[in-house]
């Protein structure tokens, strides 16, 4: 039996460790690669991060028109 650093010498030492929490996982993939982000230009990055449709690119300025539309639907009612 090796000494008890974590309890009491009153409290029984535990036949396993305590368990440590596992690692929560981010609900959504992240994208830690440079390269990744080097194929977007900072207008279009801009535009996704402060969901404004300005990027120039027809496609995701609908993306993020779509998305406001959605969230002003789900939003509370003030």
């Known amino acids: 039996m090796s000494r008890n ?18 690692r929560a996982q981010p609900p959504i993939p992240m994208v830690l690669e440079e390269v990744e982000t080097e194929r977007i ?22 993306m993020i028109k779509v998305s406001r539309r959605l969230d002003r639907q789900t939003a509370p009612k003030r």
Request: proline share 18%; no cysteine.
């Open 41 to 62: 230009s900072f207008r279009a990055y801009a535009a996704i991060q402060l969901r404004v449709p300005e990027s120039g690119i027809d496609w995701l300025d609908e």
């Open 5 to 22: 650093t974590f309890f009491p010498p009153e409290v029984p030492f535990p036949e396993t460790p305590p368990r440590v929490a596992e």
